[in-house]
């Protein structure tokens, strides 16, 4: 029996500090920066035309994710939004319709898929590939709250208001369910900056050699532009399938993907990726 299934895999952390859900607004360094990835995209891995599908966070839509769609697709792959309109949280629809886009896509393509998702979007990304690990190729999740409670969030009052299924009305065994890795190579792309969804919820805690965590700092609105995103998304994608590989930066580089957030920032003390 995996060892997982014998703890409790929720994070239990405080909620994000009321000066970095402030500080959410650098976001818009995180964009400006993107415009040069643009320009250094033949230097980065390119794609073998596989298929790889977009899914936006909570109350965005395909419009938020539109500059990383044109950056996958111009490295070399099939990239796609999810064409369900906005994201309203927790939805039989939402799900439903996300596990048609799947099929569709695998079966135009005939080739595995790739999922990424930011917040809301990379937590539905890992139930599809858990339902479907047959067609699923690797899963990458940008600040999602997989592992995350009520209680660890900052916008948990408008999660409620706008979800056909509220928070506290899912059965915590799903919640501890949704909280272990997909069977397939996933990757979790977190900020201890993020000010929107307590970080410590959005790593993954698993012995696995193909689950893996990457620290790329900024903040949680701006995962989706932000340079470091954009550079482990096309390390991670471009890897061989069936042939999975650790995130390793170039030397030069590695130090963009160092926790730099001082503690007395964060809240929330536990480290679970020290565990």
């Given at each position: 029996m995996n060892k997982?299934?014998?703890?409790?895999?929720?994070?239990?952390s405080n909620k994000p500090s009321r000066m970095l859900f402030c500080l959410e607004g650098r976001a818009v360094y995180d964009a400006a920066g993107m415009l040069p990835m643009f320009a250094l995209n033949r230097y980065?891995?390119?794609?073998?035309?596989?298929?790889?599908?977009?899914?936006?966070?909570?109350?965005?839509?395909?419009?938020?994710?539109?500059?990383?769609?044109?950056?996958?697709?111009?490295?070399?792959?099939?990239?796609?939004?999810?064409?369900?309109?906005?994201?309203?949280?927790?939805?039989?629809?939402?799900?439903?319709?996300?596990?048609?886009?799947?099929?569709?896509?695998?079966?135009?393509?005939?080739?595995?898929?790739?999922?990424?998702?930011?917040?809301?979007?990379?937590?539905?990304?890992?139930?599809?590939?858990?339902?479907?690990?047959?067609?699923?190729?690797?899963?990458?999740?940008?600040?999602?709250?997989?592992?995350?409670?009520?209680?660890?969030?900052?916008?948990?009052?408008?999660?409620?208001?706008?979800?056909?299924?509220?928070?506290?009305?899912?059965?915590?065994?799903?919640?501890?369910?949704?909280?272990?890795?997909?069977?397939?190579?996933?990757?979790?792309?977190?900020?201890?900056?993020d000010g929107v969804v307590a970080w410590q919820s959005t790593v993954e805690v698993s012995d696995r050699v193909d689950v893996e965590n990457i620290h790329v700092g900024g903040a949680h609105m701006g995962l989706g532009f932000n340079p470091r995103v954009l550079y482990a998304i096309a390390d991670r994608i471009a890897q061989p399938e069936g042939a999975w590989q650790p995130f390793k930066p170039p030397l030069p580089l590695r130090p963009l993907f160092h926790n730099w957030y001082p503690d007395w920032l964060v809240n929330g003390q536990e480290d679970p990726l020290g565990a």
């Amino acid at each position: 029996m995996n060892k997982q299934a014998d703890r409790d895999l929720l994070d239990h952390s405080n909620k994000p500090s009321r000066m970095l859900f402030c500080l959410e607004g650098r976001a818009v360094y995180d964009a400006a920066g993107m415009l040069p990835m643009f320009a250094l995209n033949r230097y980065l891995p390119q794609g073998d035309d596989h298929p790889v599908l977009v899914l936006p966070g909570f109350l965005a839509s395909s419009r938020s994710t539109q500059p990383l769609l044109r950056f996958i697709q111009n490295l070399g792959y099939r990239a796609h939004r999810w064409k369900l309109g906005y994201n309203m949280g927790y939805s039989m629809r939402l799900h439903y319709g996300m596990r048609d886009r799947v099929t569709e896509l695998v079966n135009r393509y005939d080739r595995k898929i790739s999922l990424v998702g930011w917040s809301l979007g990379g937590v539905y990304a890992r139930e599809l590939a858990r339902e479907m690990p047959d067609i699923v190729r690797q899963v990458i999740t940008m600040g999602s709250p997989f592992r995350g409670h009520p209680e660890s969030s900052n916008i948990e009052k408008i999660f409620n208001l706008f979800s056909e299924t509220p928070y506290d009305r899912i059965p915590e065994d799903f919640l501890q369910h949704m909280a272990e890795p997909p069977p397939v190579p996933t990757t979790a792309l977190y900020t201890r900056g993020d000010g929107v969804v307590a970080w410590q919820s959005t790593v993954e805690v698993s012995d696995r050699v193909d689950v893996e965590n990457i620290h790329v700092g900024g903040a949680h609105m701006g995962l989706g532009f932000n340079p470091r995103v954009l550079y482990a998304i096309a390390d991670r994608i471009a890897q061989p399938e069936g042939a999975w590989q650790p995130f390793k930066p170039p030397l030069p580089l590695r130090p963009l993907f160092h926790n730099w957030y001082p503690d007395w920032l964060v809240n929330g003390q536990e480290d679970p990726l020290g565990a």
